[in-house]
Structure formats: C-alpha cells, structure tokens
C-alpha cells in the first residue's frame, strides 16, 4: 500500500505514517541536519496519539531531493512555515537540530496548535559541549572516519562517519539496534554543510510558547545535545511537560518507547482539554 505524500510550495515531503481518530496532526521533523525523517519511524510507532502522524524532510535534505528549486536551502529553516499552514491543528515536533529550526522560526507559532521538543538546545552552546564529550570519551574509528571525510566528503564517507558515532548516540545494551537504525538511513553532505555553515554555531531561539502546550523530551543520558541551557527559568513556563526518558541515549525511543508513548499520550490530553 502507497501512503499518502504531499509536497509543499517550496518542496517540504510530508508522508504519512499511520492515523487514528481525531483532528490533530502530528508533524515528525527529523535532525541531523543531513539524516532523513525516517530516523523517526520508531517515533512514530511509539506514539498512541489521536489524529495522523507525518514524517516531514525538508527541501533538500535526507532523501527529498527529487522536486527540487535550484536552490533548495534559500528558505531554510523558515520554510517551515509551510509545511505548518498545509494541515489544520498541527502539533510540531522536532529532534535535535530540527527542534532548534523551529525555535529559530517565530513565524511557526501561528501556525500551530502544540510543540513537542526531542533532545534539542535553546542555543548553539551545546556545541561546545558536544565537541568538549567526544574528546573526553574518543572514538578512534570515528577519528579514522573524520579524516576520510575531510579528505572526500562523499555520501559514503558520511554515512561511514554517523555510523562510528553510534557508541556516543545510544546506550551500550541498544548499541546494535541505533547501528542498525543509522545505517539504513539516507544521509545528505549538502544539507550537513548549509547547516555548518549557515545555522549550527550561530543558533539561539527566536521565541517561546507560553500559549500552547509545549512537551520537551530528551533522554537522560543523551551525549549529543546537552540540555543545560533549558536552566534558563523563561523556559520554565506553566505551558511546558517535561519528560526526562531514564535510560536512554539521543534516540530515547530507542530504548524506552513506553516512557516516551506516555509523554505524548499526556500531551494529547492536555492539548484536548484546551
């Protein structure tokens, strides 16, 4: 069976994951950048939410590279803006760096109904972090990867380099499954550079929810993207559900979807209570 795909204007790929009664629409933007939406298939399947669930790819980025302008990226992040007005009742989720695209993108918040925060950051500080984590635990494949990438910055390269990364991204007893889930994913160098270049050392949040329910996510043991710069009190807000995922890595559905499914059964409840 073929499922339903739309396109926006700019050529946002929204496909659709599963639905269930009710009118809310669940929009699954992936991180990365570079990594395709189908990172979050797992996601997806743990949500037991009402309404339908899409798996949204930017222009440009993981395998939506078909129907594109000759530029794909002269939008990014604001394009999202987009893929928010296409469907009533929209509740946006993003992980990692696509969560920071959102909070970089003001223009989404009338657009949308809920947002739901996976592993991200408030600002590029986390960055430092990161870098300051992977010297202190080093991987020496993934060293070894570095410089092939440096050296030739094929998709080949690339996915050999996410690949030796999994050690960092999920929790020893899940190492199998997050390799399995990283090697069959599409990667693309083009979306990884504009970002380097363009958003992921200049990056902090355009706006905050205080109107919406807002859930924010992450796993307690993600050593990707520190979540230290949410001790700011502002994002603090009554409007927020906190979900720290015990025992889990930067893809906490990985390895506890039944905490994660809960956080997003609460948030539907709150989004229709409203």
């Not at 949040?205 to 230290?228: E, Y």
Request: glycine share 8%; with cysteine; hydrophobic share 40%.
């Amino acid at each position: 069976m073929t499922l339903e795909t739309r396109f926006t204007t700019s050529g946002v790929r929204m496909r659709l994951h599963s639905s269930r009664p009710g009118d809310l629409n669940w929009l699954l933007l992936p991180g990365g950048p570079g990594i395709g939406s189908e990172s979050l298939q797992e996601l997806a399947d743990a949500m037991d939410v009402p309404g339908t669930i899409w798996l949204v790819d930017l222009p440009g980025d993981g395998s939506n590279t078909g129907r594109q302008h000759d530029d794909p990226f002269r939008l990014w992040p604001h394009v999202l803006v987009e893929a928010a007005q296409e469907l009533p009742n929209v509740v946006f989720a993003g992980h990692s760096t696509g969560g920071m695209y959102l909070l970089a993108t003001p223009e989404v918040r009338e657009h949308i109904v809920g947002l739901v925060l996976l592993d991200t950051a408030p600002d590029c500080a986390w960055h430092a972090e990161y870098v300051q984590m992977t010297q202190d635990h080093p991987l020496p494949r993934f060293e070894e990867a570095l410089v092939a990438y440096g050296r030739d910055n094929s998709v080949a390269n690339l996915t050999t380099l996410v690949l030796e990364s999994t050690e960092w991204n999920f929790q020893p007893w899940a190492i199998e499954t997050g390799r399995a889930l990283l090697a069959r994913m599409p990667y693309n160098r083009e979306a990884v550079e504009w970002s380097d270049v363009n958003f992921d050392h200049t990056y902090k949040a355009r706006w905050w929810p205080t109107d919406i329910p807002v859930l924010r996510l992450w796993g307690a043991n993600d050593r990707i993207v520190s979540q230290r710069g949410w001790d700011d009190p502002s994002y603090g807000t009554p409007n927020v559900l906190t979900c720290e995922v015990p025992d889990a890595g930067h893809f906490p559905w990985i390895e506890n979807p039944g905490v994660v499914g809960e956080a997003f059964r609460e948030l539907s409840r709150r989004l229709l209570a409203r």
